[in-house]
């Protein structure tokens, strides 16, 4: 497993932007009337299902030091379907604030639009190429400018909080951010390259340990999300194993990754109406074999060749 050093970092920055974003709309930013509704709604259905998830648990307890009698097991069944309609309710709360959520980021009074302005200002961009996300350039530049964003970031979030929402509480949620980016920024300063020597001393290398114990310390207590492989990747031991192996990583090539990623965002979107994950990810697969044989890659060259001395002259 080779730790890529540019698509971890892109990660991680973008994976811990988006929950700073989801914890401003959620938490302390002002909504309209409407919005605040739904958010409430929302809000409203993820307590009545942690509820329910705690009465189910209490429930199977007693089931347990009862003996599984009538009584007690009829008031599991009870609790199990009051947890799967309350679990149903916060779905459906979800889906709904999320696509509210997706309209007001897009108008210009969101805390998203003036996060966005701040970015520009400090020559910030997302691309386009990228899904509208940070290129590799890009988060460098907010990893090493962290403590300054997000001081402004809740400068902005102060004008357009809830009124139950306090300065302190903003701005010691934002330094938090800050904090957890300026030790991402340690770590793959640190894996890029050795300022001293071909290899890492021990000094760069408890360094680099105490960064990465840090900033996954810091990651799980925010949680921000460790189901995703670029977590697993940086923390869990491979990037430390091979700094200390390899003498640091170095920077390779991206180009043909990128062009597989298109590749594959074209292919998705062709069988987007497929429902079902399973087939629409065994076409996909067909796809990309059909495209890789040498026998209709051969006939493609034939007929493009055909083409090519068959074509019209000027004159006809």
């Avoid at 979800?94 to 805390?111: E, I, L, T």
């Avoid at 701040?118 to 590799?136: A, D, L, M, P």
């Avoid at 996954?216 to 977590?231: I, S």
């Avoid at 990754?257 to 990810?281: A, G, N, V």
């Amino acid at each position: 497993i080779i730790v890529p050093i540019l698509h971890c970092p892109m990660g991680l920055v973008d994976k811990v932007l988006t929950v700073f974003k989801e914890w401003c709309v959620f938490e302390v930013e002002h909504l309209p009337a409407p919005e605040e509704a739904l958010r409430l709604a929302y809000k409203n259905a993820t307590i009545s299902h942690a509820e329910a998830v705690a009465f189910e648990e209490s429930a199977r307890d007693l089931n347990t030091q009862a003996g599984n009698t009538v009584i007690s097991m009829a008031l599991l069944a009870s609790a199990r379907t009051a947890r799967q309609r309350a679990r149903t309710e916060e779905v459906k709360a979800k889906q709904v604030y999320d696509k509210m959520v997706k309209k007001h980021n897009a108008r210009v009074y969101s805390c998203s639009q003036a996060f966005d302005v701040i970015f520009r200002s400090h020559e910030v961009k997302k691309e386009h190429c990228h899904g509208g996300k940070h290129n590799g350039v890009n988060c460098i530049c907010i990893m090493e400018n962290a403590g300054v964003l997000f001081t402004e970031f809740a400068a902005t979030i102060v004008t357009k909080k809830i009124a139950l929402a306090t300065d302190n509480e903003i701005q010691e949620k934002c330094q938090q951010f800050a904090r957890l980016l300026a030790l991402l920024d340690i770590i793959w300063s640190n894996a890029r390259g050795i300022d001293t020597g071909l290899l890492p001393t021990e000094e760069q290398i408890n360094q680099l340990r105490k960064a990465m114990a840090q900033a996954k310390a810091m990651w799980k207590t925010m949680k921000v999300g460790t189901r995703q492989p670029k977590f697993h990747l940086t923390f869990d031991g491979h990037l430390l194993q091979q700094v200390i192996r390899y003498g640091g990583l170095a920077d390779k090539s991206d180009d043909t990754i990128e062009f597989q990623h298109q590749l594959l965002m074209k292919l998705r979107d062709r069988y987007r109406s497929i429902t079902s994950y399973q087939r629409k990810e065994a076409c996909i697969r067909k796809e990309l074999r059909r495209q890789k044989s040498p026998e209709i890659t051969s006939i493609i060259d034939q007929h493009y060749d055909c083409l090519l001395y068959t074509s019209p002259s000027p004159r006809d």
